[in-house]
């Protein structure tokens, strides 16, 4: 049983802080790379290099009224963002700070990967309520596009998972000890790449969210305090990407540098996904789930297999 | 082989776009920075009022009737012998020609067929000409005269002469702050 004392509430404190902060400055810093990508400055005008736009864009999303649609559920559609992000937080609070962790577990990973599960549900439930045609093909995509990944996911961390013998993410990081799994495992790197990316429907896999064709998918009928919300949520499983990526492939807090190489880790793997998103070109529906069910994942199961018998064989 | 060559344009793409963020941005940010406009340019007429003679060939010329021949001290239209007949007398030699910019389609025949040296009228580079009312773009000859001008642009306009010669080509990415 949780023990509320003080050392948790101000984690808790600083944890939501630091949500709040990673969403603000890494939105801003995704828009000023894209510009910069694109030959534009990005935002420059309010504060200094337009430090501030993010601030301004929350505000004026908390301004905005609580608006529900005439035909909505109501409960539901309060109900859902909160609880998205509230996911979100969760998967927070499973990854180790340091040497301080919210919930201590042999099974962390595990439980981030039943977490990362159910949010295709609550996508669903979340685009039943607004109860609009856009929302309704927003969410059918995205459960669609999560449910071909998630498989996708689970088989890149299968084999780390076989070969360091445990679900828990400091073991899978001490067995990185002689060797990252992004050299000795290529393929489950590169599988977890395009799984992420699309679980989190970032820009390559964004058809959930197709702005040229269903306006904001699933997020349409979400405005202000929601969409603020929800879009908190997203960066914050943009955070939860990055650090996955840079635990299970590159190292962890293993090597020399400790905790600083680990944040650059992360930094590096954000970046990844802020260029990527600037870079690549969306995808229809059908080439998405065939990439998916008719490439990654028998490359999924070839894979693993492979690495059971090279683990099984050098023991 | 087919697939190499899509997975090397993959890969080979997310570098291209990480190499751009160290690009200088093309973006020319208007009221703060302006483009630099090239020799040439047509832009709003201005009008001289020392050197004007009066003849209206300007008005004449014109090929979308934009201009039109005012008596600068009582502001009336002085374009047709009826009109003329009500001001006072010697007031034709005093007519200045006005432009409605709504009409103007900036072909310059004003400027080409100007008689006098320096020209009288003449399309410089002047090129903020929006206005709130529909009115606000029939200018009268005292609004176009370069005395309504910044003092530097004024000066360097009288300075030269006329810009109807071949343009150079000089319209590029630099910026004049």
Not at chain 1, 67 to 73: G, M, S, T
Not at chain 1, 93 to 115: A, E, T
Not at chain 1, 183 to 203: C, G
Not at chain 2, 8 to 30: D, G, H, M, V
């Amino acid at each position: 049983m949780a023990v509320f004392d003080i050392t948790i509430i101000i984690g808790a404190v600083l944890l939501t802080l630091f949500g709040g902060l990673f969403a603000a400055y890494i939105g801003l810093l995704e828009r000023k790379l894209i510009g910069r990508i694109h030959s534009r400055y990005g935002p420059t005008m309010v504060g200094p290099y337009g430090l501030l736009q993010t601030v301004a864009d929350a505000i004026k999303f908390m301004q905005k009224d609580f608006f529900v649609p005439k035909r909505a559920d109501k409960l539901l559609f309060i109900v859902s963002p909160v609880f998205l992000t509230f996911l979100s937080f969760l998967l927070l609070s499973y990854l180790p700070w340091g040497n301080f962790s919210f919930i201590v577990s042999q099974y962390d990973l595990l439980i981030i990967l039943g977490i990362v599960a159910l949010s295709p549900v609550i996508i669903l439930v979340a685009a039943w309520a607004s109860n609009s045609k856009y929302s309704s093909i927003g969410g059918l995509r995205a459960v669609t596009q999560i449910l071909a990944y998630e498989g996708v996911l689970f088989l890149s961390i299968l084999p780390l998972v076989f070969i360091s013998g445990s679900f828990s993410l400091a073991e899978i990081i001490s067995a990185q000890k002689n060797y990252w799994f992004m050299f000795s495992e290529p393929f489950a790197f590169l599988l977890f790449l395009f799984a992420v990316i699309a679980i989190t429907e970032r820009q390559p896999f964004d058809l959930p969210e197709a702005e040229s064709e269903l306006v904001q998918g699933w997020l349409t009928e979400f405005g202000g305090p929601f969409f603020a919300v929800i879009l908190l949520g997203q960066y914050i499983m943009l955070y939860v990407a990055s650090f996955l990526l840079a635990a299970l492939f590159l190292g962890g807090w293993g090597g020399a540098f400790g905790w600083i190489g680990f944040a650059v880790k992360v930094f590096a793997g954000v970046l990844v996904f802020i260029i990527s998103r600037a870079t690549y070109f969306r995808m229809r529906l059908d080439q998405l789930l065939d990439f998916s069910w008719k490439f990654l994942v028998p490359l999924g199961f070839a894979n693993f297999l492979l690495s059971l018998l090279i683990v099984y064989t050098s023991l | 082989m087919e697939y190499l060559k899509i997975v090397f344009y993959f890969i080979l793409s997310f570098f291209t776009a990480a190499k751009n963020i160290f690009r200088k941005p093309a973006t020319i940010q208007y009221p703060k920075e302006r483009p630099k406009i090239p020799e040439g340019w047509r832009g709003r007429e201005v009008v001289r009022s020392d050197t004007c003679i009066s003849c209206a060939r300007c008005m004449f010329v014109c090929p979308v009737e934009a201009i039109d021949m005012y008596h600068p001290e009582t502001g009336a239209l002085a374009n047709t012998p009826a009109q003329i007949a009500e001001l006072p007398p010697g007031a034709v030699g005093h007519r200045m020609p006005g432009v409605d910019l709504g009409r103007c389609i900036f072909c310059g025949y004003c400027e080409e067929i100007c008689p006098t040296t320096p020209k009288s009228i003449a399309l410089k580079d002047i090129y903020e000409l929006a206005t709130i009312e529909h009115k606000g773009l029939r200018h009268p000859p005292q609004d176009l005269s370069p005395d309504k001008l910044p003092k530097e642009k004024a000066e360097e306009y009288l300075a030269h002469d006329t810009n109807v010669k071949a343009p150079k080509e000089q319209w590029t990415r630099q910026k004049r702050v």
